[in-house]
């Protein structure tokens, strides 16, 4: 009994102490410290990389091995990497992931690939590069990728298959979602733009708008459609994995491009979204399943990946409800020590307890400080940056996590980590100057994207 009371008294003190220094002073001189780390946690994991796994796709840091998505490595690390190093004033590392680029990335190779993933990573990283550095090389290795990945539209509703083959042009799984059919908007739209080329942008808008086009009456999407019939094949509704990143995508293209029938889309979801899936707790507002069609509630999971509707919402100007959501997210991330990839958010019990390294908590830090300037969201991002290094470094990388309550690691490092979870990290502590939120938008592997509205 004496031992569970002082857990309890401990975890009391825990709580009243960040109570009491979440709106203490966070000083420029603590604020340079933290982007030290950041900066340290990225040049660690590269040089592991170089060492143990160069010129493949991933680092594996248990084993240290290197890791390939297909058949021949793309190279997804470097890519990834590349302008998080710009951002963050690695100039050594930027050469080297540069030149490895340029040298060894080629398309024409014998992988199947997801259109989704490879989209958001390799795609809008080599745009972000071009726009970055200047090279043509890296827009021409873009536009090569895009022209292999547009069989993958071919549907008789227009909206894309999940898997392309590169060569081939074959493709298949014709059971989609609306986070891979409309998050590729961003990444073809920016391709026509900066070709000339207008099929790229008609192709993903022509797929991002037949999912808008098919929600329910009650403006919610599902999270399986068939691309050939168009009919849905699971009608639960959410914002996390397979419907997450579909949102974010409207509201960024309506910046990134000015047409208005992304705006008019995301306000109608917006809606609906925080009239039925908004759960307001003790703990903060959390986001419920619920039917797409009725809107009655299916589930009270929540997770890592939800975590980004935060941000979202305070970007988009809705400050209060993003303030509420980041809440329940930091809740999730301090009740388990890291966040789970899901728990039970009514009954607070983990039901996936992996941690892949995960951005979206430290993403909605970053933009509701950027709009309150409120200093609790640099001491929620110290907090869940010194538990990343704390928790997941090891001798050449930074592990995922197979158990958030045991903090045992498993032998991943995802790109993304390089790509989103150490750019936020660092831009919630860095400058503001360091990026101008009027002037590029991030795509949903944080690469940044300039606005340029009225160039044809």
Known sequence: MKFLLSIVLFVCIASETFAQR???????EMKAEMCVKVKAAAQHGWQGYKEYAWGADDLKPLSKTPKLWSKTSMLMTPVDAYDTFILLGLTKEAKEAKDLILSKLSFDVDNEVQVFEITIRLLGGLISAYEQDGDKKFLTLAQDLADRMLPAFNSKTGMPYRYIHLQTGKKRDGINNPAEIGTLMMEFGKLSKLTGNKKYYNTAKKAIMYVYNKRSKINLVGEQIDVETGRWVKTESHIGAYIDSYYEYLYKCWLLFGDKDFKK?????????KKYLIDKTPNGWFMRYVDMNTGKETQTVYGALDAFYAGLCAFAGDVETGRQIQEANYYMWTKFNIEPEEFNYKTDSVISAYYILRPENLESCFY???KTNELKYLWQGKVMVDDIVNHCKNDVGFASLKNITTFEKANAMESFFFAETLKYAYLIFAPETTIDLSKIVFNTE??????ERNKK
């Not at 979440?22 to 420029?28: N, Q, V």
């Not at 944080?446 to 606005?451: D, L, S, V």
Request: aromatic letters at 16%; a positive charge.
């Open 22 to 28: 979440k709106d203490a002073k966070f000083s420029e």
């Open 265 to 273: 889309a995301f306000d109608k979801h917006n809606t609906a979204i």
């Open 368 to 370: 509701l400080y950027r």
């Open 446 to 451: 944080a690469h940044p994207f300039k606005i």
